[in-house]
């Protein structure tokens, strides 16, 4: 566990004390937790820093409970490791929607062709089996808990700042981590970084009760993918909808957060007065705790991954994943996506990680979280200087945890 190093209030202005660990993970999203998971399991102390009151992010505070394809399409599986595991942990306790019987129930190759390999999951399931899962690892889980500033020295972060209800406090840690979704240490620890050129629409999902059944509205998302080449499953058609209104926003602003929180919930409510005058058994119950931000803020990377790059296989691969928007597309994520050499000790996990516009669509979503949250933990379980890393010690690893690396390890 964690070691905690009491101060007196006001002394150094440090009210909250001083926290220890091997590794800090900032931000209990699907790449956090896989990637605290990664670091645990590779035997070190793990603080994992969550500015919520709950795990899975998007996942679950989000209410965006599709956990999308772990295959190309075709019938390939490209996600294994700890993408997998969440996805059975996800649905320990029963699937919502959609259950994967080709993929987990011995199903053919043609099923498999047919149906790709996701599953609707319940939120709140998912967010307690996953804290349950990291406090068995051994994980310290700190809640409510906002990442301020860093201080750096050498080209290493050599402390992070947070505030929370006890006040101000920091935390040392041999690596970093940044799991936030809007790369918030690599900003604040001066790393390069770059913002999505399209914004953010509005949307805010939501449960209801309808005749007694608790049904999703998935009340707008983000961007709209391509329609094209039979890509879909019906399994998730209906998510492929128009973001709410024209307004965009960054996700990296607090004032605009907020206008644009106030108008998606606008929006919602209108929705759901319209639903309850249709049908008086219409109750909501649960609506998106937290913006619904896709894109936003990433690291740049020594090297950022495009659409274009499908089928390409990377010497420095530490996980695949396929494209949920269509059919076909694989790719193979270099390492070089996760760190920058401008901080040593620091890694991007998640939507945070070095990609394209374009390919930001693609690795946003679950299944990539997690491959690269993996990646990340388990690196940082070998060294805390990431631009010195053994890349086959790292892959060594990864291939003796489950994980698939390259395209030609999969038979067609």
């Not at 699907?30 to 998971?37: D, P, R």
């Not at 994967?100 to 939120?123: C, I, M, T």
């Not at 709140?124 to 406090?135: Q, Y």
């Not at 607090?254 to 639903?275: F, N, P, Q, T």
């Amino acid at each position: 566990m964690c070691e905690t190093k009491g101060t007196t209030r006001g002394t150094d202005d440090v009210a909250a004390g001083e926290l220890q660990a091997d590794v800090l993970v900032a931000g209990g999203g699907i790449a956090g937790i896989a990637a605290a998971a990664a670091a645990a399991r590779g035997g070190k102390n793990v603080l994992l820093i969550e500015r919520e009151y709950g795990l899975g992010g998007m996942a679950t505070l989000g209410l965006v409970t599709i956990f999308l394809p772990l295959c190309d399409g075709n019938g390939r599986q490209l996600v294994y490791g700890l993408g997998e595991e969440l996805l059975k942990l996800s649905i320990k306790h029963g699937a919502e929607a959609n259950y994967p019987h080709a993929w987990l129930d011995g199903g053919s190759d043609e099923e498999k062709k047919q149906h790709r390999y996701l599953v609707q999951f319940n939120p709140h399931l998912f967010a307690l089996a996953a804290e349950r899962f990291l406090i068995g690892l051994g994980v310290n889980i700190l809640y409510g808990t906002l990442c301020t500033g860093v201080d750096t020295a050498d080209g290493r972060i050599e402390r992070l700042y947070f505030e929370n209800k006890s006040g101000r406090g920091f935390a040392r840690a041999a690596s970093y981590i940044d799991c936030t979704g809007d790369a918030d240490i690599c900003a604040l620890s001066s790393a390069p970084t770059a913002l999505h050129s399209g914004g953010n629409g509005l949307a805010s999902w939501y449960y209801y009760l309808d005749a007694g059944k608790a049904k999703l509205k998935m009340f707008g998302l983000a961007d709209k993918p391509p329609k094209n080449e039979g890509a879909h499953d019906g399994a998730y058609d209906a998510a492929i909808t128009e973001s709410i209104g024209d307004m965009r926003f960054s996700g990296v602003n607090g004032s605009e957060l907020s206008s644009a929180v106030i108008a998606a919930h606008e929006k919602m409510y209108e929705d759901i007065l319209a639903e309850m005058a249709i049908s008086s058994d219409c109750v909501p119950v649960t609506i998106s705790s937290i913006p619904l931000v896709r894109m936003s803020r990433r690291l740049a990377g020594e090297y950022t991954l495009d659409e274009s790059e499908a089928q390409k296989p990377m010497a420095d691969s530490i996980g695949m994943t396929g494209d949920w928007r269509k059919r076909g597309p694989a790719f193979e994520i270099p390492f070089g996506t996760l760190y920058t050499q401008a901080v040593k000790n620091l890694l991007a996990a998640g939507r945070d990680i070095s990609v394209t516009d374009a390919m930001w669509d693609v690795t946003r979503v679950i299944p990539p979280c997690a491959v690269t949250g993996e990646a990340a933990g388990t690196a940082a379980s070998i060294t805390s200087d990431f631009t010195t890393i053994e890349i086959a010690k790292l892959q060594k690893r990864l291939v003796a945890s489950g994980v698939k690396l390259h395209l030609a390890d999969i038979p067609r």
